[in-house]
């Protein structure tokens, strides 16, 4: 991380979510679950812990990332990767 981002980072203070039990999460998720990495990332927890929009964020992404279109499933994970890294956003 730059140190620009550093500092950006140490000025502002952190909010506080109650995040659920990674155990919980994992227990929710199927085995063969394209983004089942052993444990649940941080995104997924902060998405299980809104009971109203996580939900719908979810629904949104599956639809970007997994239905038919004009870009490859491939080509959409380098597209979210790449976005993710422009914005210092580490998950």
């Known amino acids: 991380m730059g140190e620009q981002a550093q500092g950006n980072r140490e000025q ?6 109650e995040l659920p039990d990674p155990a919980l999460i994992a227990a929710s998720r ?5 983004y089942n990495f052993g444990s649940p990332t941080g995104m997924s927890r902060l998405l ?3 009971p ?10 599956s639809q970007i990332m997994f239905e038919p ?3 490859s ?3 959409r994970e380098f597209v ?4 993710a890294s422009v914005q ?3 998950y």
């Open 30 to 34: 199927p085995a063969d679950h394209p």
């Open 73 to 75: 499933r491939q080509e």
């Open 48 to 50: 299980m812990a809104h």
């Open 12 to 17: 502002v203070e952190a909010a506080y979510v």
């Open 80 to 83: 979210a990767a790449v976005t």
């Open 69 to 71: 279109g004009a870009l």
């Open 52 to 61: 109203r929009i996580g939900p719908a964020f979810l629904g949104l992404f």
């Open 88 to 90: 210092n956003c580490f």
